[in-house]
């Protein structure tokens, strides 16, 4: 079970976000690139980055933070990135720059050709970001929600050859309310890819929970506020999550 901590970029610094409302964000500091080598020193596997202006222009804002993130790394550990990638050519140029993974999640829903396209052109490196209230998915920075069931969209991408689901409960994310276990193992029980989950992540009682359920096919869990808050210490969650897998 990875432990993934998270940088949101918005105005090329790193923030977090309540429920995914721009106006409720919390600024953690201006220097995402030291952020990310602060925590390449704790020990991290793998980071996962947000373009957070990105998600609601619909393409890159934030290109020079992301690069400077992934020149701080140095190709140490992987690197996820998401946020306004709705084309091909933006893949390349960031998987050229050292990004590892491409999350994609708007445009997967409202152009599944093009995931499936992207899927064709690189594989291996791409993971599908279902963002979910009451299971039913949201899309462009979760500000609208569609009809679509979160499971029924999981299976199709499975089919389109997706690395991973990153799988958000909204109504919980940047709230440290905890984790939603019973939909992230259902949503894992109904596909064969690895579930990552997202959003409510509050202090060592939820990764204890997560590891409970990891053979259900959940790989992992991103969290944001609350190991920048302090209510849960990546070592000590990295740790648990080690010991009980």
Not at 14 to 22: A, P, T
Not at 98 to 113: D, E, L, M, Q, S
Not at 151 to 163: H, P
Not at 203 to 223: M, P, S, W, Y
Request: aromatic share 6%; glycine share 12%; charged share 25%.
């Amino acid at each position: 079970m990875l432990i993934i901590p998270a940088i949101d970029l918005k105005d090329g610094h790193c923030v977090r976000l309540k429920q995914g409302l721009m106006e409720e964000s919390t600024l953690f500091s201006e220097n995402p690139a030291e952020m990310a080598r602060h925590w390449l020193s704790k020990g991290v596997r793998r980071l996962h980055l947000v373009d957070l202006n990105g998600a609601f222009a619909g393409k890159p804002v934030n290109g020079q933070a992301i690069r400077e993130i992934v020149d701080a790394v140095g190709g140490e550990i992987p690197v996820q990135l998401g946020g306004g990638i709705r084309d091909l050519d933006t893949i390349a140029r960031y998987l050229d720059s050292g990004v590892r993974y491409i999350i994609i999640g708007t445009a997967a829903v409202k152009t599944p050709g093009f995931l499936h396209d992207a899927c064709n052109a690189f594989p291996g490196q791409i993971i599908v970001g279902l963002d979910a209230k009451d299971g039913k998915v949201a899309v462009d920075g979760w500000s609208k929600l569609t009809h679509h069931d979160v499971i029924d969209l999981a299976r199709k991408f499975e089919t389109y050859g997706v690395e991973a689901v990153i799988y958000t409960d909204i109504g919980r994310d940047g709230m440290l309310t905890g984790v939603n276990i019973d939909a992230t193992v259902k949503l894992a029980r109904s596909v064969s890819i690895p579930v990552i989950a997202s959003g409510g992540v509050t202090n060592l009682d939820d990764v204890r929970k997560l590891c409970e359920v990891q053979h259900e096919g959940v790989a992992g869990v991103i969290t944001g506020r609350a190991i920048y808050e302090g209510t849960l210490d990546f070592v000590a969650a990295q740790a648990l999550a080690d010991e009980l897998s």
